[in-house]
């Protein structure tokens, strides 16, 4: 009896960081997606920028990514390494998030520059930190630091063609 409860907390604590997580990130995407259409259609981009639909696959796929990484820590929070990377986690996601609205708010190409910089080293921290957790945990992140060096290069040849 005692096991089906532990169970159930532990799949409902998984749906919980699956909302939490996906609804904090649909949230921050919202205000920013029309905002700053036309700043963004004025900008030179390279051939390489992936379309849009790329986007809308990938990102959801590594917030599940996200999601199940952040799920196994939690239920590892009493371990000595647990807690940091729950702190790290929280910090990579907030940044993560609030990307789009103070980018295309700024409209400031170098602005976005140094918030991407900032946020892949946060990214590969957050990923360290998973992985002294669990190795396994640490993994799932890696796709997630992929992308976000894709976009890191995107976004220095965006500063190239049209700020630089």
């Known amino acids: 009896m005692m096991g089906q409860l532990k169970r159930k907390c532990t799949f409902m604590s998984f749906f919980v960081i699956l909302i939490l997580v996906f609804g904090a990130a649909y949230s921050a995407y ?54 940091p990377a729950l702190v790290v986690f929280a910090l990579q996601f907030f940044i993560n998030i609030l990307w789009g609205p103070v980018i295309v708010r700024s409209q400031n190409l170098d602005w976005a520059m140094i918030y991407m910089c900032v946020l892949f080293l ?24 992929a992308w976000m060096a894709y976009g890191a290069w995107l976004e220095a040849i965006i500063w190239r063609c049209n700020v630089a």
């Open 30 to 83: 919202l205000p920013y997606h029309t905002a700053g259409t036309e700043w963004m259609k004025a900008l030179k981009l390279p051939a390489c920028m992936p379309p849009c639909w790329v986007h809308a696959i990938a990102w959801p796929c590594m917030y599940f990514l996200m999601v199940t990484a952040l799920w196994v820590v939690w239920e590892k929070r009493q371990e000595k390494n647990a807690l």
């Open 122 to 145: 946060l990214v590969i921290w957050n990923t360290i930190s998973f992985w002294r957790v669990s190795k396994n945990v640490g993994m799932l992140f890696l796709p997630y630091v």
